[in-house]
Each structure stands twice: as C-alpha cells, then as structure tokens.
C-alpha cells in the first residue's frame, strides 16, 4: 500500500468511533490507538479486569487439503514452518513463523487445527504477501482462503472467562492454546484460548456482518473496557512478545530472537521430520552453535523509557557498541521502563549493564530476563 491509498476500516470502525477513539493509520487501516480513559488506564484495566481489542487487521486463513487429509495440509506446511503442525491435535492451537532462504523470519502466525483444515491467524502488514507464499509453494496440494468478511476481537484480563461464560457456559472448559466453535449471542464464532498480553484470554474470529452485534454486547459487561493500540504494545511488551517489524523481521533468525521454544522436537536436528523447512541449515546450525546475537529483556535506570531504534554500548561514553534497542516504553504493570533489544552474545547475561545512546546522552540499561511480568495463561 502507498502512502496515498485510503486507509481500510475494520467491521468495528464505527464503533471506534462512537467511544471516543483517537484514530491512527496502522498497516493500513484506520485503528483505535486509545480511548478517553487513555493508555495508562487501559492498560492497568486489562491487567486487573478485561480489555477488549479489534484485531480485525490481521489475517485469516483457511488452508484446506485437496486430498481431504488434514495430515497433507500439516505436512505441506511444514515446507514454509520450522514447527510441528503434523504433531497439532484437532482443536489445538500453536505459534509458527515463516522463514525464507536465509534462515530470517518473513512473519510470525499462529496455526489452529480445525479437523478438515488449518486456520491461520497472520500480521496486518504481511498478509498478502504471507498469502501469496503460501499460494506459490502450497497452491498445488491445498486450497488457499483469505477471509475478508471476518472480524477478530481479543478479549484478554483475568476476568475475561467470567465475562464470556455469560455467553457461553463452556469456556471454562478451554485451556490455553485450545481452539472451539461456539454460538456467542447466537452468532457462530471460531474462539481460541490465547491472545498478546501476557494475560488469561481469547480471540474470537467473527463473521463481519454480526461483529458489531456480539462486540457491542461483550463491552456491555461492566468489567470490560475498549482498548487501543497503544496499550496493546505496553502489554505485549511487558509480556516479552515480539512485535513483527520491531522486534522480529527479514534480518533476525529465530535463534537469534529467542523463539527455540516455538520449535518441537520433531523439525530440529535428530527429529523425525529434521528440517525440511527454508533456511534449516541456518536455523539448525545456530541451534547448535548458539547465534552471534540475542533478544534480551532491557530495564532503563530511572523513569526514561529508552525507545526502538537507540544504540546499545558496553561503556557509558558510546565507544563499545555491542546492540540496539527494538522496542521500548514505560511498563505500567511492572512500574519502570521496560525495553528489548539484541546484543552480541558477551553481553546477554542477566544483570549485564549496558549503556543506550539517547539524545547524546549514554542511559544504563541493565540485560534482564523476560518477561517482565508474571503470564497468567490457563494451562
């Protein structure tokens, strides 16, 4: 999309709208970055009560095996993913990440098995090309969807399983990670256990002619407030969650970023399906090597945030340069800024004191582990 394209609206612009929203572009779209009650409430809200988010700008994907084998589906995936989807249980849920050539990320996506298909939740800004690389390399074995008459909300918090009983008594039923079909008032939805937070909570894929109708009556809850973009980014990043484009892109592997976790046994080496997957011998060396450079956790000294893009040196006067930050603000959970960035691997252990070059001035940030907050996911 050039600068001059119209922004798109999701289903739920309107609504936006009428509570206030302050509007911002965001790859592409025209989204709420915070409400009247502001960032600093919303986020504290979403951590003691419930937060609902659009995320309607993000992608949605069927991915439907033309054999009508669910396995043909997971295997053909996995050509483009280091992780094990042929291992993913019906109604289960798992994080994956496309890599190319290099062994570099081009986006991260979460994978759901829906029993006769995939269902694949992708980044706003790499939708169409994350579509288009799935059409090339899988277009011959499976039959591609992108849904565009769909709405995604979060609903995320430690009271977001009591709000949604209301609705719909099974929730309780889920763990995290698990994905269901069930009718919110009286609307068929596609609910999974997880969201971007660090919170208990779920995302809840809706037809986009009812969307108004089931977020209206979810925000009608007394423990629920809208949130927006701004707040979305203080919690993920309290959580440690990478942001595609920041703290993730074309130029880190995932060993580099951290994300080992997000690759099962089966795809490393000595698994039963080793590799197979675009810059394996990349990713597979780094595994066991170790990668040049890390993703760590940061806490500035003091109240400054240190934000993305400031350098990163081993002494105050800014001669040692050992990394950058990718993302950094003030943390309102834990109360101090928070921040993260890659460094060479002598400087990753926790407790490290690093100096970041902000306005000419060299701040000391200290390596620390991740996240920043304790996760309350269901398990």
């Not at 669910?70 to 109604?91: H, M, N, Y």
């Not at 798992?94 to 269902?119: E, K, V």
């Not at 990043?237 to 703290?247: I, M, R, S």
Request: hydrophobic content about 40%; overall charge negative; proline content about 6%.
């Amino acid at each position: 999309m050039n600068e001059h394209s119209p922004l798109k609206q999701t289903p739920l612009h309107a609504l936006h709208v009428s509570h206030g929203a302050r509007m911002v572009p965001f790859a592409g779209y025209d989204m709420p970055v915070q409400y009247p009650a502001g960032v600093m409430k919303e986020h504290l809200h979403t951590r003691s009560a419930a937060g609902l988010f659009d995320v309607s700008h993000m992608g949605q994907v069927i991915l439907r095996p033309k054999s009508g084998r669910i396995e043909d589906a997971a295997l053909a995936l996995e050509k483009l993913v280091p992780v094990d989807v042929l291992g993913l249980a019906e109604g289960r849920q798992r994080y994956g990440l496309f890599t190319d050539g290099n062994g570099n990320i081009l986006d991260d996506l979460m994978i759901a098995n829906r029993g006769d298909h995939l269902f694949l939740v992708v980044n706003a800004s790499c939708k169409e090309a994350d579509f288009a690389h799935m059409q090339k390399h899988l277009g011959e074995t499976c039959e591609l969807t992108l849904l565009d008459d769909r709405a995604l909300i979060a609903l995320q918090g430690p009271r977001a399983e009591c709000v949604l009983a209301e609705l719909w008594a099974d929730i309780a039923t889920m763990r995290f990670m698990d994905v269901a079909e069930a009718a919110l008032h009286d609307v068929p939805c596609i609910i999974s256990r997880s969201g971007y937070t660090g919170e208990d909570g779920f995302e809840i894929s809706i037809p986009a002619a009812s969307a108004e109708d089931v977020t209206c009556r979810i925000l009608e809850h007394p423990d629920v407030m809208p949130i927006g973009l701004g707040a979305r980014d203080s919690l993920r990043l309290e959580a440690g969650l990478c942001l595609y484009g920041n703290d993730i892109d074309t130029t880190t592997t995932p060993v580099e970023a951290g994300l080992e976790w997000a690759m099962q046994k089966a795809r490393r080496a000595g698994g039963s399906r080793e590799g197979g997957f675009p810059g394996a011998d990349v990713i597979l060396r780094q595994f066991a090597d170790g990668a040049g450079r890390r993703r760590v956790g940061l806490k500035p000294e003091g109240k400054a945030p240190v934000r993305g893009g400031a350098p990163l040196f081993a002494d105050a006067e800014g001669k040692v340069p050992v990394g950058a930050v990718t993302s950094g603000g003030f943390g309102p959970s834990a109360d101090h800024p928070v921040a993260m960035g890659y460094v060479d691997k002598a400087h990753t252990a926790n407790g490290t004191q690093l100096f970041a070059e902000v306005r000419g001035k060299y701040l000391a940030v200290t390596v620390s582990a991740l996240p920043f907050v304790t996760p309350t996911y269901k398990r």
